[in-house]
């Protein structure tokens, strides 16, 4: 017998405040099903206070105790978290679920959204980047430039999760909620494809000094703190093969942040590891537990040592750093630079680029200029966020009270 789609994800929402919503999902498994549905949960600001995941290797029922806000969009969410399940049961042929974009196998089309405004002023860029995550409009790529005369323009390559941006009723939408959000301050607003060529550029960008790729993308875990700022209680990773007959178990010590989950979940998913069984809780006054079941791709435990000690090592570098950020010089003036590691898959970690803005906007530190641009550093491709500062009048942020504003909003610490 099948299961209706709309039984695939279940959303029970808290009956008092204060009280976590429960998130279910009942649906055919797949290597990487649970980074994928945190993800999701990551991209509507949710925060996973609990959690739990059983499969048979077929079958798979998770259950997420997550943390929302009052404007969270239920009904999006599910339909969101419905469309990385999984279409149908793969050994029995089946038919359970299948949404639309899944059969859709050609990468979502590149939007560019330009516009000037006569004067910068302080939040500018965060409210817009707001503007664009209600919208469903995903960036790929920002360059924001200020003229001599004060005159900002923006170039945003965006893509449309409703995949609508190509019609004039949508973008005449983008541009009316840019319009209530800039007011008097915009001067023109266009939205065009990018076409082909533009897509391909968007995927370089300028060159970093090796300086910063040494220190920043160290794959070994730092042995000291970094500008007087406190880093994290220790990460704990250990491994146990004794305890069941067909899986290792990982265990999982650490303080909690934003998105925790999904950096434990991503790590597993690179390295092809399923996981069969696993239980996580967070508390704010203790440190999160994590208990994972695992298997490898193959169906037998983790055994070799050298495969146990690198993704353990992994695991304690992605949970003590899941971001790089630091505040450097560029030439005379200040940069911000801030590395956002890319699944296998492609994919880079949500809201990064919204959760930037927001911590510069509270520090009250204006951009002058942002370029986002992907690099393969050590074999591995990150996402790079550099924001040049604007250290006109008024400037007074020191460089390590800024880096560790971002680093607080985007490790959720604030």
């Known amino acids: 017998m099948g299961i209706l789609g709309e039984d695939v994800v279940l959303i029970s929402e808290a009956e008092k405040p204060g009280e976590p919503n429960v998130i279910t999902v009942n649906c055919p498994d797949k290597t990487g099903l649970g980074c994928d549905l945190c993800r999701v949960i990551l991209l509507f600001g949710l925060s996973i206070c609990r959690a739990d995941a059983q499969t048979d290797g077929k079958w798979c029922y998770l259950v997420f105790w997550v943390v929302g806000k009052p404007t969270t969009r239920w009904s999006l969410l599910k339909k969101r978290l419905l469309e990385v399940c999984p279409s149908y049961f793969s050994t029995s042929g089946i038919y359970y679920y299948r949404s639309e974009n899944q059969q859709q196998l050609k990468p979502p089309d590149v939007f560019l959204l330009k516009f000037w405004c006569s ?20 960036i790929k790529r920002v360059k924001v430039s200020t003229a001599p005369d004060g005159r900002v323009m923006d170039l945003f390559f965006i893509t449309d999760n409703r995949e609508l941006l190509h019609t004039k009723k949508r973008q005449e939408e983008t541009i009316r909620y840019l319009k209530n959000v800039l007011g008097d301050a915009l001067i023109s607003c266009e939205i065009e494809s990018a076409g082909t060529q533009i897509t391909a550029c968007s995927q370089d960008s300028s060159f970093l000094p090796s300086a910063i790729t040494e220190d920043m993308f160290s794959l070994e875990l730092p042995d000291r703190h970094r500008n007087g700022f406190l880093a994290p209680n220790p990460v704990s990773v250990t491994m146990d093969n004794t305890l069941s007959p067909s899986h290792t178990l990982i265990q999982i010590l650490c303080k909690d942040h934003k998105g925790l989950i999904y950096d434990v979940m991503r790590t597993l998913k690179d390295y092809n590891v399923q996981i069969s069984y696993g239980r996580f809780f967070a508390s704010p006054k203790v440190n999160c537990e994590l208990d994972v079941f695992t298997m490898q791709a193959d169906g037998k435990k983790i055994v070799d040592p050298n495969k146990q000690n690198a993704l353990c090592s992994r695991l304690r570098m992605e ?3 899941p971001l790089r950020v630091a505040v450097v010089s560029r030439g005379p003036d200040t940069e911000l630079i801030v590395a956002n590691p890319v699944e296998l898959s492609g994919r880079g970690r949500p809201l990064v680029f919204h959760d930037i803005t927001l911590a510069l906007k509270i520090l009250t530190t204006r951009i002058f200029s942002v370029e986002i641009g992907r690099h393969m550093i050590r074999d591995r491709e990150w996402e790079v966020y550099r924001i040049l500062l604007d250290e006109g009048d008024g400037f007074t942020v020191p460089r390590n009270k800024i880096e560790e504003g971002v680093r607080k909003i985007l490790m959720g610490w604030e």
């Open 119 to 138: 004067y910068d002023r302080g939040g500018l860029l965060h409210d817009v980047t707001e503007v664009l995550f209600e919208l469903e409009l995903t």
């Open 319 to 321: 949970l003590l750093n």
